[in-house]
């Protein structure tokens, strides 16, 4: 397969579409990223990297996180994460607290912002300090000992949490989160703050094309069938209600953050990140779904 010219060609056909859409306001300093960025990473099994555009500049991973609370909380809990936290798509935005009351505080998915609450609250529970687990997993699977979070996007988020802090009260008063509702939030907001560049994702997201495990460097994140249902939570979640609709045009488990990074994975091939921060309605970076969708139709590669 010929990444580079296929890079190439999506780098040079989306620069019209880096117009399009609005960047994150909602996190004030989320809001002064420069707009007109995009970047694109793929990295094989065999750990060859293409990259094309920013794909070595940092963004806020957002979301993205969340998805890597996840391996923690499955590694740790196995199928018991399932009694406090769904799987099935919401049809609701990722900050939506409609489901909850009708629900009792069992949120619909791990990746909307209720189920990722409940999953940090897991990681609160089993760890000490647990603002530097996902950190940690992340510089592990990247290989970068430096990944760490921006402080200024982490506090900036903190404050502006109210809708967070509302959804985590909800769910504690069904008994569904455990630790206090500042510590969850404290380190939720901490996920959320990490900065990655796409090669880095891209690297991170191998042990899911490998059935569990990192291929560069023989580690077993998880067992094979938990990163098969990790793959089919991305399909049908990973995108927030959009994920029908991505899933139609991608044909890819992926995963998206309000801070434009998209990351997806083509079983047995490779690892892939995709930034740009202009977001369409549903909080997907428009570009970065464009880009998505150029590449399996130029590849010919996707699940389906
Ligand atoms: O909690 C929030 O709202 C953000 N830290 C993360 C939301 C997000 O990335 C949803 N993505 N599309």
């Not at 999953?119 to 529970?125: A, G, K």
């Not at 000992?145 to 506090?155: C, D, Q, Y």
């Amino acid at each position: 397969m010929d990444y580079p010219s296929v890079l190439e060609h999506i780098h040079a056909a989306i620069q019209p579409e880096l117009e399009r859409g609005q960047v994150a306001t909602y996190i004030p300093e989320l809001a002064g990223v420069p707009p007109r960025q995009f970047g694109m990473a793929v990295v094989t099994l065999a750990g060859e990297v293409h990259a094309v555009g920013d794909a070595c500049v940092p963004f806020s991973i957002q979301s993205i996180s969340k998805l890597f609370a996840l391996v923690l909380a499955l590694q740790a809990e196995g199928d018991a994460l399932w009694e406090r936290v769904g799987r099935e798509p919401s049809g609701t935005p990722f900050n939506s607290l409609v489901q909850l009351e009708a629900e009792c505080g069992r949120p619909r998915n791990p990746f909307i912002n209720a189920g990722a609450l409940v999953v940090t609250d897991i990681l609160c529970s089993r760890h000490a300090v647990p603002e530097h687990v996902v950190t940690g997993l992340l510089r592990r699977l990247s290989g970068n000992p430096e990944v760490t979070w921006n402080p200024r996007v982490a506090r900036s988020e903190r404050m502006h949490a109210d809708r967070n802090a509302a959804m985590a009260h909800f769910m504690k008063s069904f008994g569904n989160l455990r630790n206090p509702v500042d510590k969850v939030l404290d380190v939720y907001c901490h996920q959320c703050a990490i900065e990655m560049h796409c090669v880095d994702l891209a690297r991170s997201m191998l042990f899911l094309a490998n059935r569990g495990v990192n291929p560069l460097n023989g580690e077993r994140v998880l067992t094979a069938s938990l990163s098969k249902r990790l793959s089919a939570l991305m399909l049908t979640c990973g995108t927030y209600d959009a994920a029908g609709d991505f899933a139609f045009r991608v044909g890819l488990p992926a995963k998206s953050g309000v801070g434009g990074g998209i990351v997806a994975v083509i079983p047995d091939t490779c690892g892939i990140c995709v930034w740009s921060p202009r977001l369409d309605e549903a909080g997907n970076s428009h570009a970065g779904s464009l880009a998505l969708e150029m590449f399996t139709t130029l590849t010919g590669r996707s699940i389906f």
